[in-house]
């Protein structure tokens, strides 16, 4: 082979080699740029979701559009919510321009198809990110721990008018009281009573508990029982016993005045639901 031969077979071969390394090169890099650290959590104390995803500003050349996540709550097979994402420090995003983008939006049927209400178990979501003609997608999915008990409605009086001898009325209170595990995990329901005028919490400062028992057991001597309707129901309730004003023994006596009773319950594995409050006036 001629030397000049020689020489041009050397170089072809270099810059084959210099080509191949650099579309490996290449190739290499482009596949490190991808979604990463996705992110979920379910804010229960503010019935809010959390999305976050780490997303690259360039792909294949073309600037990000935008990201999105197709959230499906319990079962893969739903139609997702599409929420957008951003990177403008609003709306849940912690950090400007810090390319995560995030998003926190209300768990509820106004918000979203999907509102994560009756499990505990593994959530479903889909990231995508834009880049004019290009996607990148990564599937994630999460085992979200107990979720909270809640309160969803009280059954109470605004005002309570005492007896004017000395007689006892009852007045049936009840709260509606739910579980994402199932309402046989709620331990219980009760409230506290606070008298505003006297700065001063009733029974000193103890719950007044409520029962779903049915009105099975006798609750108070001779034959009071709670008052509820359905064993196992959700709704749980009790009979407040007022006392007439005829009454002159400190230990049978009902306060007049403005009342702030503040419901709560409290599930099996001891996780609290948000208070309720009502006001109400006993005269």
């Not at 104390?45 to 499906?72: E, M």
């Not at 319990?74 to 609003?90: C, K, R």
């Not at 889909?126 to 721990?145: C, N, P, Q, R, T």
Request: glycine share 6%.
């Amino acid at each position: 082979m001629h030397c000049t031969s020689y020489i041009k077979l050397i170089g072809f071969l270099l810059f084959f080699c210099v080509l191949n390394i650099s579309c490996s090169d290449s190739k290499q890099e482009e596949s490190k740029v991808q979604l990463s650290d996705p992110s979920f959590t379910f804010h229960q104390d503010v019935n809010k979701l959390y999305f976050s995803i780490n997303a690259p500003s360039f792909y294949k050349n073309q600037k990000l559009d935008s990201v999105v996540v197709n959230w499906y709550s319990v079962s893969n097979q739903n139609n997702p919510d599409i929420i957008f994402l951003n990177d403008d420090g609003i709306r849940g995003d912690i950090i400007m321009d810090d390319e995560i983008y995030g998003r926190k939006i209300i768990n509820d049927e106004l918000n979203l198809i999907n509102p994560l209400i009756s499990d505990t178990g593994l959530v479903f979501m889909e990231y995508h990110a834009m880049f004019g003609d290009e996607k990148m997608s990564l599937k994630d999915s999460i085992v979200i721990g107990n979720i909270i008990p809640v309160i969803e409605s009280v059954t109470v009086p605004d005002t309570i008018i005492r007896p004017s001898d000395a007689t006892v009325s009852l007045h049936l209170i009840k709260a509606s009281a739910n579980d994402a595990d199932g309402k046989e995990t709620i331990k219980w329901v009760g409230f506290t009573s606070f008298h505003v005028e006297g700065d001063s919490l009733m029974n000193n400062g103890n719950f007044i508990y409520l029962y779903d028992d049915g009105s099975d057991t006798i609750r108070y001597l001779p034959n009071i029982t709670s008052g509820d309707s359905i064993r196992g129901d959700g709704i749980f309730s009790f009979r407040i016993p007022v006392y007439g004003t005829g009454f002159t023994q400190p230990g049978f006596q009902t306060k007049a005045g403005t009342f702030n009773w503040r419901f709560i319950c409290q599930d099996i594995e001891n996780e609290y639901s948000k208070v309720v409050e009502h006001e109400i006036v006993i005269q």
